[in-house]
């Protein structure tokens, strides 16, 4: 049941949309003014308000102003009589649900309050999550509150306080660069620069030139002397993304720098000295590297003293909610929503290779899709709700037991005595009902499907709670 706000001059209106709100279940009360209305949206917000823009007093759209600026997240449903092309145009920009024209079509009018309550179900339940994890620093670059991700924040902890060579490890899109953004912040030097650059994405020459700076002269094009990005770290971190692509010759630099603190600009002979603090991340397996002689062991040692790995967006979709609503509260106001249940449940069906990126990316399409309405599946990209299970059986079934699994042993880690065996039961329990549905409960069949002896599945049901009781086995 949903309470619903009619605001209308017209008594008959108010009578006719009441009646049709109370078939679907709903609890409506009426308004018959604009200042009425504002009065009792702000002694009790109802779930949705349906708004006459001809009234007495102040105007519908006046009203509609003020209640999207004291309650944003409020849908509101414009009716009139005059369906002009401005009165749309205005209402929408304004922030209106919906517009409908008098006489109102009331199938269409169902479809509408339909879709206007989820938007605001969809609504608050976003602003849930957003109280339960106000941001701090931290929380405004990394969200998500699964056992992935709180090793990974234990690091960051760690990680923090001192300047050593740290290492972060993940799949493309999994949010590195915002890990080291977070170790900076929770270190002495979170005062100073924080200074990324991408040596994937820059030849050879011009990553050495970006890194360590150059003089006037020394290379063609260099017209000028120029400050490398080591140098403007100074004071503060120097983030290397994709650390991997780096050639051996700013290998070799790279090293001399970690080890002494010295660096000389390409076409120079000064040594300068740099105090920046050096992060690393790859999403190659850079140990394989090593091992094939295209990466240095001695650099890579120097970068690895603390390592720390990304999880994929597939093996924690428990922060699915939270990232969710924490990228819909990067949209433009004027495209901010909330998401369906059917959207969100095919977030958590699709596999997510690109990771977080990826699922930002979504949710700025879908936002844009939806022209501020909530987002439902049609609004996300075809690729994502266009896949039915996202995952084969397996993998999916592996991804729901490693969910079950991270769950229970944060259960353990809280001494809320998880153990092994009752882990095992949890798992054997649905199975063994499953199978003894199947063979209608006759317990030499079930073992002879199971390969185990009778009297083992005997004393499994018995231990279970699942054994027969007040009758024999037909094959008993």
């Known amino acids: 049941m949903a309470d619903i706000l009619i605001v209308d001059d017209e008594a008959s209106i108010c009578a006719a949309f009441s009646r049709f709100l109370k078939t679907d279940g709903h609890q409506p009360r009426v308004a018959s003014s604009g200042e009425d209305a504002l009065r009792q949206v702000a002694e009790s917000a109802p779930d949705l308000v349906i708004l006459d823009i001809r009234l007495p007093g102040i105007s519908g759209l006046e009203a509609l102003r003020r209640i999207q600026h004291d309650h944003p997240r409020l849908p509101v449903i414009i009716i009139t009589a005059h369906g002009t092309m401005q009165n749309a145009v205005e209402a929408m920009q304004q922030g209106a649900y919906e517009y409908l024209v008098k006489p109102v079509d009331l199938p269409r009018a169902r479809e509408v309050v339909a879709r206007a309550l989820k938007a605001s179900a969809g609504s608050r339940e976003v602003e849930d999550l957003r109280e339960v994890a106000a941001p701090g620093p931290l929380e405004r670059i990394l969200v998500g509150g699964s056992t992935p991700m709180q090793e990974v924040?234990?690091?960051?902890?760690?990680?923090?306080?001192?300047?050593?060579?740290?290492?972060?490890?993940?799949?493309?899109?999994?949010?590195?660069?915002?890990?080291?953004?977070?170790?900076?912040?929770n270190s002495s030097r979170r005062n100073g620069p924080f200074v990324p650059i991408n040596c994937g994405s820059l030849p050879d020459t011009l990553l050495e030139s970006e890194l360590f700076g150059h003089e006037e002269g020394a290379f063609t094009g260099a017209v000028r002397r120029k400050i490398g990005r080591l140098q403007g770290a100074n004071g503060g971190t120097l983030f290397l993304d994709e650390v991997g692509e780096m050639s051996t010759a700013a290998q070799v630099k790279l090293l001399r720098f970690l080890e002494d603190k010295k660096l000389q600009h390409l076409g120079g002979t000064e040594q300068i000295t740099v105090d920046a603090r050096v992060i690393a991340a790859t999403n190659q397996p850079i140990a394989e590297r090593v091992a094939e002689g295209s990466f240095r062991e001695d650099l890579y040692y120097r970068l690895n003293v603390l390592s720390i790995t990304l999880p994929p967006l597939r093996e924690r979709l428990?922060?699915?909610?939270?990232?969710?609503?924490?990228?819909?509260?990067?949209?433009?106001a004027h495209r901010r929503t909330g998401i369906s249940p059917e959207a969100m449940?095919?977030?958590r069906r699709y596999t997510w290779p690109g990771n977080v990126r990826e699922l930002r990316n979504a949710i700025e399409h879908a936002c844009v899709a939806a022209r501020g309405r909530l987002v439902g599946v049609e609004h996300l990209p075809e690729h994502i709700f266009a896949s039915p299970l996202g995952t084969d059986a397996e993998s999916k079934l592996e991804r729901l037991l490693r969910d079950f699994a991270r769950s229970r042993i944060a259960r353990a880690e809280k001494g809320e005595g998880v153990t092994y065996d009752s882990i095992l039961a949890e798992l054997e329990k649905p199975l063994l009902q499953e199978i003894m549905a199947c063979t209608g409960g006759n317990q030499a069949r079930a073992s002879r499907v199971l390969a185990i002896h009778r009297t083992t599945l005997r004393k499994k049901l018995e231990e279970l709670g699942l054994a027969r009781h007040g009758g024999d086995d037909p094959e008993g």
């Open 153 to 185: 924040y234990k690091r960051i902890g760690m990680a923090g306080l001192s300047d050593v060579g740290v290492l972060i490890q993940g799949e493309s899109g999994t949010g590195k660069e915002q890990v080291a953004i977070g170790i900076h912040l």
């Open 318 to 332: 428990g922060d699915l909610p939270a990232l969710v609503a924490h990228f819909l509260d990067q949209v433009p």
């Open 345 to 347: 449940a095919a977030l």
